[in-house]
């Protein structure tokens, strides 16, 4: 079993809030992800870091941040959270394989809903 | 555009049976696939690894292929538990190596 935490699992709060869901690994992984995944839908990825001070934008746009200042911990922001921003987030961190594949280890994930 | 595609009705299969469930791709020149399960409520769990040039890949019961030519890959569980019921997503990764997930399908093995 992967070691990569996510907190909290379930959370429901208010438009309008300022929310941040915390993300962190014990492996020592230099990737780390966040996707987010609506019931029977595709992961879509909406940050990625190759590395401390690392950052990038997924394919998905989102109105959230990220930062990555240690290597064990990713956590995501949400500076006004909205109904539209209802979903699961899922967290990983990428081990490098031989020839440069990425094999994921996911978190638990974080259950949102915003009313 | 890319596109990954795997079959959104669930797979209903008998305890025993091998369970076989495909991905299919267009519009991609994948280096490696890779096969995740997911359960309800949780983050996928990484299941196997095939590189562009290898043909099947086996892990106890589990079995994959990859055909670049007809860009499909097949899954296969051989002797299907009722713990096997879950959502299985292939996830193909190009040049950049960040994996691109299908939506997955859902596989339930029946007693």
């Known amino acids: 079993e992967a070691d990569i935490y996510q907190t909290p699992r379930y959370l429901v709060i208010g438009t309008g809030k300022k929310i941040t869901l915390e993300c962190s690994q014990t492996?020592?992984?230099?990737?780390m992800y966040w996707y987010q995944q609506d019931p029977g839908m595709e992961l879509h990825l909406i940050h990625y870091?190759?590395?401390?001070?690392?950052?990038e934008k997924g394919d998905l746009s989102s109105e959230s941040t990220v930062s990555r200042i240690r290597t064990e911990h990713f956590p995501l922001t949400l500076e006004s959270a909205r109904p539209s921003h209802t979903s699961q987030y899922l967290c990983?961190?990428?081990?490098?394989?031989?020839?440069?594949?990425?094999?994921?280890?996911f978190g638990p994930g974080t259950r949102l809903t915003v009313l | 555009s890319q596109k990954i595609e795997q079959n959104s009705e669930a797979l209903n299969i008998q305890e025993g049976k091998t369970a076989t469930l495909t991905c299919n791709y267009t519009?991609?020149?994948?280096?490696?696939l890779q096969w995740y399960r997911q359960d309800p409520g949780r983050g996928p769990v990484f299941l196997l690894l095939?590189?562009?040039?290898?043909k099947e890949k086996r892990k106890e019961r589990l079995k994959v292929t990859f055909d670049t030519t007809l860009k499909q890959s097949l899954f296969h569980i051989t002797a299907s538990q009722p713990a096997d019921s879950a959502t299985y997503l292939c996830?193909?990764?190009?040049?950049?190596?960040?994996?691109?997930f299908g939506r997955g399908t859902s596989l339930i093995v029946h007693p």
């Open positions: 492996m020592g992984h230099d990737k």
């Open positions: 095939i590189r562009e040039n290898e």
């Open positions: 996830a193909l990764s190009g040049g950049s190596y960040i994996p691109t």
């Open positions: 519009n991609y020149s994948p280096a490696y």
């Open positions: 990983a961190s990428g081990a490098t394989g031989g020839r440069g594949t990425d094999t994921q280890y």
């Open positions: 870091s190759y590395g401390v001070n690392s950052t």
